[in-house]
């Protein structure tokens, strides 16, 4: 992985679009930087998970379509996929949206940013997985040893009370249901962020904090 102030930057900027792909229709400026090579080319990981989804979207694929299947799959089709941690995970938690709620306040996720969506929402979990990679680069950048243990520590913390509880299952339903090459690729573009997260997290503390 690169420099590890630039690779919490960059793990964050592709947290922050995966989360962004699932919280609410892709616009057509994203689906157009998604259709164009050098865009394609910059985005900011490039492990093996990213690759593939990066080669599925090299496919053609019209705008409108895309647009159209994402409010199938998980907005308005009469089977859209269920993208809340809630709805996958037994047994119920009452307390669950209260939790995350004050875990997300505890490291300064600002909740407005959510589009309204749920705190146990997959994208906003997401969004929290990117916030937290932004603070460990920035505590590299910063050489704040404590702050760096701490945002890593949550990283993977957060992996294991939530996302890996459900977030597989999730992608599996979106990779058996899309068509359309940015849909597809989606599944991809999240476990590639996931995968690069777990690297991040796991940076030896020596080079970590090294400036």
Known sequence: MAEPAIAGAAVAAAGFAAGRLLLCT????LLER?????????WPIRNPRTQVALRILAGPFDIDAVRAEWNRLFDEGPAAIELCESAWTRPADPDLITRLVGRYATFGIVREHDLGRPADHLGVELTYLAHLAALVGRGVTEHDHGAVTTHRAELLAF???HLDRFCDTVLDQV???ATTAPLRALPDLVRGFLAATSELAGLPTSL????
């Open 208 to 211: 970590a904090t090294s400036g």
């Open 159 to 161: 992996r294991r009370d």
């Open 34 to 42: 998604f259709a164009d090579h050098a865009d394609r080319e910059s």
């Open 26 to 29: 892709p616009d057509r400026a």
């Open 175 to 177: 990779a058996a249901q």
